[in-house]
Structure formats: C-alpha cells, structure tokens
C-alpha cells in the first residue's frame, strides 16, 4: 500500500465530506486528539464516552490528550453493561447522561460505542468525535447508526462524526479478534459491490460513481494480506483501517449504506433480529458478515452458471405472488411475529407486479451475457474468500458461529425480506431459481456441504 496513495484517497474523501472535516490515521495519532478537539470544536468542553475495555485501550490516553490541550473534560462516561450492544434503549441512557450538560462526546471504542455515541449526540443536537480502537467495521467515518429498535436492526440517519482518530497503536494491540473481523466487514464489498452491480444494471438503484470509486478501487489491495492482518502487521492494518473508513465516508457520501452493505448483511442484521448468541455471547458482527460473505457469493455462483438469458419469463411471472402470496411467504417464513411485521414493511416496499418483473426480466435477458461476464471477472471465488478468511482468523464455516447448514439454508429465504434493498437474494426470487439454487448448494455434493466438510 503506497501511503502517499492512501493519504490522496482520505483527502479527497474528506473534501467530499458532508459532516467529518478530520481524520487522522497513524501511529500515536491519539495524543493529537486534544488539538483536534480544539480546532473542531473550540472552547467547548469534552466528555469521553467508552467501556471499561476501550478506556483503558485508548479512553484515559484520550482524557490526558485533552486536558494537556486544555480542553475542559467532564468525567467520563463508562458504558459498563456487560451486556452492551447497539440497542436503543442504550441510546437513551447516554441520550439522558450527554443531556445535562453541553459537553461534546469523544467516543473512545469500536462499533458499538461508536454508534451509541452517534445517535446520542445527535438526539443531544450536537456533534461528536469518534477515536478508533479496533479495525473491526466500517461504522467510523458512515452517516447513520446501526441500531436495534423494537427487534429491528437499522440504520438509524445521523451525521457522522466531526473528527476520527485511528491510531495504529492502539488499533494493532486490539483483541486479534477485532481486527479479523474487520478484515471480514471490509471483503464483504465485494458481494455488496456485486449486488449494486445487479441492482445498476436491471435499473433498480444506479452506481453512485464516486461512491463506487471510494470502496472498490483498492478494494482488492486493501484484502490482499490476511495473514499480515492476523499478525498486528501495521502496513496490513493501515491498508484495512483505510479501507474501512473509505467505506464510511463512502456511505456519507450517499446517504445510503448501498456502498458497504447487500445481501451478506442482511444474513447478520436477520441473525442479530432472531437474537442470535453463541457460547453464551453476541457474535462480532464482521463474523457474522464472513459467513454472510460465503453465503451470498455461493449463490453467485450458482446463477453465474445457468444462462438467465434463455429465462421462461411468463412461465416466472405466473408463479410471482400477489398481495396474498406475499402475506404467506412471510407467514411462512418467519416465526418471530417482530420479524414479520418488518418483512412485510420491506417486502411490500420492493414488491414489482407481474407486469413490472416481465419487464425486468426482459432487461435481464438482454444484459445477462454481459453482466455475467462483469461479474465472473469482479468477484472472489467463494473458496478463496473462504481461504483468506481463514487467513485473517475470521470464521470460514457457519458452525464457527453457531449457525447449523438447516439454518442457514433457512436464512437465505428469511434474509431476503428483511430488508428492501435489491441484493442476488432478490436475483434469485425474481428469476424462480432460488429453491433449485438453494437445492444445489445444501446437495451432499453440493457447495456448502463440501465447504463445511473440508
Ligand atoms: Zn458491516
């Protein structure tokens, strides 16, 4: 990774910026934090906000940073639920902290800290700063929160945070864990870029062009060393912390998770909604993305091998749902009753008619050929990912997880209409061939049965 390179792409990110006007990343960057405070943010006062873990990785580094700039700092704010996750109702808890006074919150943590941060400040009406301790997502530098609401995983809109610091100090010396994860989140663009590729080229929601550039153009340098990743080597984690943060100015740029996020999220936002845990424990959402990353990419190449331009289109169309076959796939589909209350939101919000998926699919007839071969050439074999997931110390098998292959056959029905984005999930409902594909996959010699039993 040239570093003049890097520093060109995070500094045109930055111009292009609606909310983050500074980010720093590199070693010891956190002792700077107190003059980026200042340069932000004036003679406000500081409050930091992190978990007992996070204020002893980078939180107290933070507070000294401060106040040697002589900024004024509350006492901190230490989130210490051991059960702790983006939820709301932790939202309001800082929401009501952060409330009575003015200061302005300096989140010293990872995904998690950092969203209920984002949100809080912004149900406060100020900004925040967010200082990295973990390569391990993308949420830093992204316009909205990943929250859970009511049983729903959402993206909650708020602006992104004023300044980042990501110091490589601190973030090589996190839990090895954290940064695999993180290696997971940021490979999961390439079926996220495929999806937009589908989406793109059947006129459901067009490219982004300068989102697409933010995210893929390195995309595959940014992935290239997984057992450099696994190391804490600092060149490997630079490339991937850049390249998560690209991630997020990319979703700041649009407005839109689009950019970072298809079908493999949806697998973990349905786990986190079916309240997924295993070994008594909350799954690193980057973990729960590797699979989904597998997932999706397996279907890929499931349809990458039939020629959809030779597809039966009326026999498709007589076979789609009306509004009543639709209220009972999701009947069908889902037990959680929260669960189906969102999928019926979200698949009425994406539902074409007969008519209209004739149509699509006659746009998928004539692009196919060329689209498939676009595909071919952009995506990572799922063996490959597999391997380099591995490499990187991120799960490479559902089991790892906690998810038998009977689920996650069944995921990939539910994950498809939890959320109305059009993903390859969709791809395949709408061309008829998601049962055969599915069939396929789970068979005893089928790609997934041959994965997990490797
Ligand atoms: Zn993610």
Known sequence: MDPSQSQQRIEAA???????????????????????????????????????????????????????????????????????????????????????????????????????????????????????????????????????????????????????????????????????????????????????????????????????????DALKAWVARPDAVRRGDFDAIAGQMEGLLMTGFAMQWCKSSRPASGAEHQFSHLWDMQGHRYDGRTVLHGFKVAIGTLASTRLYEELLQRPLELLDIDGVCRAWPDAAGLEDAVIRTHELEQIRTVARQEMKAKYVSRDELAARLGRLQSVWPELRRRLQAYLIPADALQAMLREAGAPETPAQIGIDLDRLRRSYYEAQQIRRRFTVLDLAMQTGLMDDCIERLFAPDGAWTRAVDR
């Open 14 to 216: 930055l111009k292009l910026a609606s909310d983050t006007r500074v980010l720093r990343l590199g070693r010891g960057a956190v002792r700077e934090t107190g003059e980026i405070f200042r340069a932000c943010f004036g003679s406000r006062s500081a409050v930091v906000v992190a978990d007992a873990n996070t204020f002893a990785a980078a939180g107290r580094d933070v507070l000294d940073a401060l106040v040697r700039a002589g900024v004024a700092t509350n006492e901190p704010i230490i989130l210490d639920d051991p059960e702790l996750h983006a939820d709301y109702r932790h939202v309001e808890h800082l929401q009501q902290r952060c409330a009575a006074n003015e200061a302005v919150p300096v989140a010293a943590g990872s995904g998690t800290i950092n969203d209920l941060t984002k949100l809080a400040a912004h149900l406060c009406g100020r900004g925040y700063m967010a200082v990295a301790t973990a390569a391990s997502m993308d949420g830093y530098t992204a316009y909205g929160a990943s929250i859970t609401r009511h049983g729903w995983k959402q993206t909650i809109f708020c602006p992104a945070p004023v300044a980042v610091i990501a110091d490589l100090d601190v973030i090589s010396a996190s839990p090895g864990e954290m940064n695999a994860a993180g290696y997971a989140d940021l490979i999961a663009k390439v079926p996220a870029g495929a999806d937009w590729m589908i989406a793109d080229a059947l006129g459901v929601e067009p490219i982004d062009p300068q989102a697409w550039s933010m995210v893929q």
